[in-house]
């Protein structure tokens, strides 16, 4: 199963990296009193397009930046997120000393010196540093931030002051432990009254002793107890890390989770199309690689608690099947059309005629332009499968009924007809206008089924 859908959802991965352009600056900041240095990393087409961008925020900047940028290059060019702007933000230094210590704890600690600054470090993200980066650039409604350690600490702080201020919040290896377990507590507290709207929170770090001392165990207790509907959040344990390497896997995990479902947002069944026979199921499978696919099968619109799809459903009445893949921000949430209906077998009995006047179709001679006509012999009763890949004007016919066309809003996406046949000689006629220079080969094959449940794309009839 898993080598066919392999080969069914195969893209071209092409070179679609930020290759960003990097843009140091800096603001002074009346709620910290300081001046602040930021660099802004910009898409390599930005100057070129008018695409409005998410930004990204990343604290502790001067070491968490390259890391992040890298990251989301690699998701990027492989179609899991969209491109964006991300605003590396460093700590400030005094005498050698980092300040971060201030900006990113809430309260005042005895174990931390200078702490207890993280409302006013909130207050110039807020009101000085957002509308900025607003102002000069080309910024979308969404917003993420990522902050590690005590920067976790300061993350899931802003969460729960300023739910609104960002969509996606990503924490590696938080410091929950601070200050008696501060927000464990506020969190306990809080976190049932607070307002989401599709907020986004990944929490990744450590397994074993330090997911207790860093008291990530509570907070995950915490969350699974009082998180209300409008926060969609993800935990993550890693083996062997230590509180440096987990933020890698904690950066990709979070992008990957804020942007799940952004991959699969033109997910198809597949079968794509055709005729389910009640009482004989087929199995239809759906892409569920980093998504989030519910559905029902009476008709009803599929929710957040709906039935999750384990990358394939047995039906014998797809009319009542709905699926929803739902991203964590909302906004990639889309219902997945279907395009297969219930009916009964389709019979050559009245064709019989009009196939003795035409020649038995050599489907082992591939048209290259024109017109592919004649009888198929199809050799017992069954379903059976057309696969193609059309350029445009392509279009397949069988029995002067239109199968599978090209459609734009697909491209050259693979389209396979499931069909349920009696044995007999059928018309198929194919249609392929001159291929022009970016069109795929055909690939046109025809697939018998012993059950419609079985792995039919190993019972090739016809392949080219």
């Given at each position: 199963?898993?080598?066919?859908?392999?080969?069914?959802?195969?893209?071209?991965?092409?070179?679609?990296?930020?290759?960003?352009t990097?843009t140091?600056?800096?603001i002074?900041?009346?709620?910290?009193?300081e001046?602040?240095?930021i660099?802004?990393?910009?898409?390599?087409n930005y100057?070129?397009?008018?695409?409005?961008y998410?930004v990204?925020y990343v604290?502790?900047?001067?070491w968490?930046t390259?890391?992040?940028?890298?990251i989301?290059?690699?998701?990027?060019?492989i179609?899991?997120a969209?491109?964006?702007?991300?605003v590396?933000?460093p700590?400030?230094?005094?005498?050698?000393?980092?300040l971060r210590?201030?900006?990113?704890?809430?309260?005042?600690?005895?174990?931390?010196d200078?702490?207890?600054?993280?409302d006013?470090?909130l207050?110039?993200f807020?009101?000085?540093?957002m509308?900025y980066i607003?102002?000069?650039?080309?910024v979308?409604?969404?917003?993420?931030?990522?902050?590690?350690?005590?920067?976790?600490v300061?993350?899931?702080?802003?969460?729960?002051q300023?739910?609104?201020?960002f969509?996606?919040y990503?924490l590696?290896?938080?410091a929950f432990?601070f200050?008696?377990?501060?927000l464990?507590?506020?969190?306990?507290?809080k976190?049932?009254s607070?307002?989401f709207?599709?907020t986004?929170?990944n929490?990744g770090g450590?397994?074993?002793?330090?997911?207790?001392?860093m008291?990530r165990d509570a907070?995950?207790?915490?969350l699974?107890a009082?998180?209300?509907?409008?926060?969609?959040?993800?935990s993550?344990?890693?083996d062997?890390?230590?509180h440096?390497?987990?933020?890698f896997?904690?950066?990709?995990d979070?992008?990957?989770?804020?942007?799940?479902g952004?991959y699969?947002?033109?997910a198809?069944?597949?079968?794509?199309?055709?005729?389910?026979?009640?009482?004989r199921?087929i199995?239809l499978?759906?892409p569920t690689?980093?998504?989030e696919?519910?559905?029902?099968?009476?008709?009803s619109?599929?929710?957040?608690?709906s039935?999750l799809v384990?990358?394939?459903?047995?039906?014998?009445?797809p009319?009542?099947?709905?699926a929803?893949?739902?991203?964590p921000g909302g906004?990639?949430?889309?219902?997945?059309p279907?395009n297969?209906?219930?009916g009964n077998?389709?019979?050559?009995?009245k064709?019989?005629r009009?196939?003795?006047?035409?020649?038995?179709?050599?489907?082992?001679s591939?048209?290259?332009?024109?017109q592919?006509?004649?009888?198929?012999?199809?050799p017992?009763?069954?379903?059976?499968?057309?696969?193609?890949t059309p350029s445009e004007?392509?279009?397949?016919?069988?029995?002067d009924?239109?199968?599978?066309?090209y459609n734009?809003?697909?491209g050259?996406?693979r389209?396979t007809v499931?069909l349920?046949l009696?044995?007999?000689?059928?018309?198929?006629?194919?249609?392929?206008p001159?291929?022009?220079a970016?069109?795929?080969?055909l690939n046109?094959?025809l697939?018998?089924?012993?059950n419609?449940?079985d792995?039919?794309?190993?019972?090739?009839?016809?392949?080219?």
């Amino acid at each position: 199963m898993r080598l066919f859908f392999c080969f069914l959802f195969l893209v071209t991965i092409s070179v679609e990296a930020q290759h960003t352009t990097s843009t140091k600056d800096s603001i002074y900041s009346n709620r910290l009193g300081e001046l602040r240095k930021i660099e802004i990393i910009l898409p390599d087409n930005y100057a070129a397009d008018t695409t409005h961008y998410d930004v990204w925020y990343v604290i502790d900047g001067e070491w968490n930046t390259h890391t992040f940028t890298n990251i989301f290059n690699f998701l990027v060019a492989i179609k899991f997120a969209p491109q964006a702007i991300i605003v590396n933000v460093p700590n400030r230094y005094v005498n050698g000393f980092n300040l971060r210590d201030r900006d990113f704890t809430p309260i005042q600690s005895k174990d931390v010196d200078s702490s207890g600054g993280a409302d006013k470090f909130l207050a110039f993200f807020e009101k000085e540093l957002m509308p900025y980066i607003n102002r000069k650039y080309r910024v979308s409604s969404e917003s993420g931030l990522f902050g590690t350690s005590l920067g976790g600490v300061f993350a899931f702080y802003t969460l729960l002051q300023r739910p609104d201020l960002f969509r996606f919040y990503t924490l590696g290896d938080p410091a929950f432990q601070f200050g008696d377990r501060y927000l464990v507590r506020m969190a306990a507290q809080k976190l049932k009254s607070v307002q989401f709207r599709n907020t986004a929170l990944n929490i990744g770090g450590r397994s074993g002793f330090s997911y207790g001392d860093m008291a990530r165990d509570a907070m995950d207790s915490i969350l699974k107890a009082n998180a209300p509907s409008g926060l969609h959040w993800h935990s993550a344990l890693y083996d062997n890390e230590t509180h440096g390497s987990s933020v890698f896997k904690s950066n990709y995990d979070g992008l990957k989770y804020a942007y799940l479902g952004y991959y699969v947002r033109n997910a198809r069944y597949q079968p794509t199309g055709g005729i389910v026979v009640k009482g004989r199921p087929i199995r239809l499978f759906l892409p569920t690689d980093n998504a989030e696919i519910r559905y029902t099968q009476d008709g009803s619109l599929p929710n957040r608690n709906s039935a999750l799809v384990d990358d394939h459903l047995i039906t014998d009445d797809p009319s009542g099947i709905r699926a929803i893949s739902f991203s964590p921000g909302g906004r990639y949430d889309h219902e997945l059309p279907m395009n297969l209906r219930t009916g009964n077998y389709l019979t050559p009995e009245k064709m019989l005629r009009t196939t003795r006047q035409l020649p038995k179709l050599d489907l082992q001679s591939k048209p290259v332009d024109g017109q592919l006509t004649g009888a198929v012999a199809i050799p017992r009763d069954g379903y059976y499968v057309f696969q193609l890949t059309p350029s445009e004007g392509t279009q397949l016919y069988l029995n002067d009924s239109l199968r599978i066309q090209y459609n734009p809003a697909d491209g050259h996406a693979r389209q396979t007809v499931i069909l349920p046949l009696r044995k007999g000689n059928y018309i198929l006629k194919l249609l392929h206008p001159a291929k022009k220079a970016d069109d795929p080969s055909l690939n046109f094959g025809l697939y018998y089924s012993e059950n419609g449940q079985d792995d039919w794309w190993r019972n090739p009839l016809v392949k080219w």
